[in-house]
């Protein structure tokens, strides 16, 4: 019964702390930037106002596309909150982002079309070194459950220190943060704002935006899992203190071209991920 | 009641095949002749689903079937010579290959001879037997190659109203296809590995044939570089029969009794194992897959895609259990790796549909190859699962990228563009297709979840590669599908519709893609499991459960149609954004110029980051020296 009701938790309460994230995001961006900032809630007025505005669609499809986005992505962190399989769960968030790539797709904009093309760039980036976090975790753990790895002997991060600095990589892309934000940014300092959703209006930008915010949690909590057997108190705020690091990254780069980034993240991955995980059993002989 | 299937109904589905394949060679072409085709076509398909089902249904473990005599083997024997006689003859018509083709064909010839003719082994006592993964060989090749039998009666019309001036060649066509699915249906039932070897080299011969089919300049020379490494395969073969008759191993021609003898039998089966991986094009054979794409689109689904290189990874599932632990068999996993981290980068390379089918294809036998190698419950779950997701969905897959092409008149991806509204069923066909090759609950992704699972805890090095072989497959694959999905606000013209048999074969296709996905836990419950607990007894069924939710995510999506077809959004209908210069209504746009320009979309190819030759060289050094050390490896134990 408890993994049902810790996925219904997160179902609940993914897009409350998604849209805290997203406020505390904006007022640490515009405090590195020497501004005051919107209000902590501001993300919350921006999806009501979305929610609310006048619903226009350039096909029929895409609002199904989009849902399936939100579905997949909520379906991805229900399953990896109640402790399920971690590959399992990568598999289903891949799912998807390939809904929402599709939805961009489908719209036969040029713009958005080069959006789902850098979309599916990013993806190209960061899957190995997610799948290595994964296979990573099971080394450390012997158990790709994160129920398991929640109770494991000694924090997974001990042995794979290589493996959580190329998560945080990712994480960097995944976040949709500069200087990886290629398919789309926040920012007004690229060529495509909003290339992947350039073509999306009011309520099916909503649905990405809650979309958005169910995935950060879940990429937060996958994140957590390095530190998870240790109390809450310690892990908690490292938590924090790394995710102030990728807003602070967010703000400090300049946006970098799509083969940049496909051959750094490739690299990491190659230098960071895979090579953690060969000398994982060393590493646990020596801590 | 285990006895009641008796020998004669195993041959008869070897020679069943045969009827129709001589019956095409007097048929009238056209009618007569697709008549013929239809029904050989139903009949073996029927009688190799009944004879699967009988087995898979009995208990698991193989039935051995003791048959014939000297006389049968000297006449099979007889076949073989004149099957290598026939190579090769054409062998020495190659142009550009050196001698080492005839040399290796008469070699081989040779060791066949003095093998059996010595008496340096004694001959199989039971040539012929039936287990659960011989049945699901069986069954992959009668039910597609079936389909795709009979798909091919309509394609083949339309090739010849395409091209009247061709000679007209669809009755020996035919008889090829029916000669293969014969020699398919030999190698899953044979237990003499000299059957089987007449059986292979048989795949060989049609596969050449076909290949060359067309005529052409490009035909010639790919069926040429096909023959060559095929050959090389038929060498592997030989020179396990060799080891086998002078080796210290075990002395039996029986592929049951050199499983039983375990580690004694290693050199053998990794030598098996090396021709098995030339037939399934791994590195670095891989390259007389791509040439065999000039074939007919339905050569390339029944022999290049569903079946003929499944005979490869077969014998690798088959010899797996001794492979297992062995340094050998991980050589032989890091091959697969190998060659599905390539085949996946190169495949994004592409923009010919049949070109990225064929890199997809010798990517997902990598992955099977992988699993063999390694070895072990779980692995082999998921190669055996795999042999049967990749047959139905890669030929549903080749099917409709061939019935698109002789509707497009090109094979492009970015012709492709916006199929899906275009032509509805063709699209969802391919759509079906795509989805069955990547995405939840389609089985390949289930396979490959448990490959990763399997091998994170065997093999890292393994997993490594296959981590990032996973990322590019996703790639190529979602570009397709999104271009299919691309909606016009003004339709392009629709197109004509696809004939009758086509659209049933492809339909039927779909709907064993879907099935496969929906019953995978009654195949593994039925098919695998069983013949797994027999090789790894004590080692516990696979938990499926963690599935579930995938499953209910998933059917929750195909439910949403309904929702959306029911409830009209009854939005405003917006033009794409064009940044504010749209013309025609969204078709297309101003240009710098102030002329409207139509749009047009393609799809990325990185050129940039994916040097295509480097790694085909990569592909032929790195696979040459994984071979060479899997080989030692093997011969050495």
Known sequence: MTPLLAALAFLILAPVFGCLLAGLDRIASARMQRRQGPPLLQPWFDLRKLWDKQAAEVNAFQGYYLTGFLLFTAGAGALFF????????????????????????????????????????????????????????????????????????????????GTLLGYLFILTIKLRKSPFDLSSSHHAHQELVRGLTVDMPGRHLALVELGHWYENVLLLGLLWLFFAPWPAWASLPLLGMLYLLEVLVDNSTARLRWEQTLRAAWLVALGLGAANLLLVPFLQRWS | LERRLSWQILASLIVLPLIPAFLSLLARPGRALNAVVGSGALLFGVAALAVGLWAWTSAPGPLLFRVGGHALDLGLLGLEMLVLAFLFARSLSMRSRGAWVPLLIAAQAGVLAWVELSGALPRAAAPLALDHLGALLLVVTGVVGGLVAY??????????????????????????????????????????????????????????????????????????????????????????????????????????????????????????????????????????????????????????????????????????????????????????????????????????????????????????????????????????????????????????????????????IDAMQG?????????????????????????????????????????????????????????????????????????????????????????????????????????????????LALLFPGSPALDLWPLAVVIVLAVAMLGLPLYFSTHPSGALRQAPYMAGAGADDGAGFVNALHQPQALRLQNYRLESVIPAEALGRWALWVGAGLVLAAALAGVLA
């Open chain 2, 419 to 531: 199929l899906l509204q275009r032509q509805r069923g063709l699209g969802s066909l391919l759509v079906i297709g795509i989805l069955g090759m990547f995405l939840a609950p389609f089985g390949m992704l289930t396979a490959k979840w448990k490959v990763l699972e399997a091998m994170a805890e065997n093999a890292p090095l393994v997993a490594i590669l296959l981590a990032f072989g996973s990322a590019p497959t996703l790639f190529f694959w979602s570009q397709w599908l999104g271009a299919l999905l691309v909606i016009r606000p003004r339709p392009e013209p629709g197109l004509p519709p696809s004939p009758r048999p086509q659209r049933v074969a492809m339909f039927a296709l779909a709907l064993l893609t879907v099935a496969a996905a929906l019953s995978f836990p009654l195949i593994s419950a039925w098919v695998v499991e069983p013949h």
């Open chain 1, 82 to 161: 109640s402790g399920g399989d971690l590959l399992l769960v990568i598999f289903v968030l891949t799912l998807g982002s390939v809904m929402l790539v599709m939805a961009a797709y489908s719209g036969a904009s040029p713009f958005a079309n080069l959006g789902a093309h850098r979309e599916l760039l990013q993806m190209l980036a960061y899957e190995p070194m997610l799948l290595l976090t994964a296979l990573g975790l099971f080394k450390a753990t012997d158990s790709f459950a994160v129920a398991d790895i929640v109770w494991a002997q000694q924090a997974p991060v001990l042995v794979l220190p």
């Open chain 2, 151 to 412: 798909y091919a009666g309509s394609y083949m019309d339309e090739e010849q109203q395409h091209h009247p001036g061709r000679p007209d060649h669809r009755g020996r066509f035919f008889f090829l296809i029916f000669l293969f699915l014969s020699a398919m249906a030999g190698i899953a039932l044979s237990n003499s590995l000299a059957w089987m070897l007449l059986f292979w080299e048989l795949t060989t011969l049609c596969s050449y044939l076909l290949i060359r089919h067309r005529g052409d300049e490009a035909s010639i020379r790919n069926s040429d570089l096909a023959l060559a490494l095929n050959v090389l395969g038929g060498a592997f073969f030989a020179a396990a029969l060799l080891w086998l008759a002078l080796g210290p191993g075990p002395r039996s021609l029986e592929i049951h009794t050199l499983l039983q003898a375990g580690q004694a039998a290693l050199p053998a089966a990794v030598l098996l194992g090396l021709a098995g991986l030339v037939k399934a094009a791994q590195l670095p054979f891989h390259r007389w897959l791509l040439g065999a794409m000039v074939a007919p689109t339905p050569v390339s689904a029944l022999l290049h895609a569903s079946t003929m290189v499944k005979a490869g990874v077969f014998i690798l599932l088959r010899f797996s259990p001794l492979y297992q632990g062995s340094l050998a068999g991980d050589l032989l996993a890091i091959i697969g790796a190998f060659s599905f981290l390539l085949a996946s980068l190169l495949a994004v390379r592409e923009s010919d549909a049949k070109r990225v089918l064929a890199w997809s294809t010798i990517a997902n036998l990598g992955l099977i190859t992988a699993c063999a190698g390694v070895g072990g419950h779980d692995a082999l779950w998921a190669g055996m699962l795999l042999l049967i997701f990749h047959a139905v969905a890669k030929g549903l897959l080749f099917l409709a990228v061939g019935t698109a092409e002789h509707r497009l008149g090109a094979r492009d």
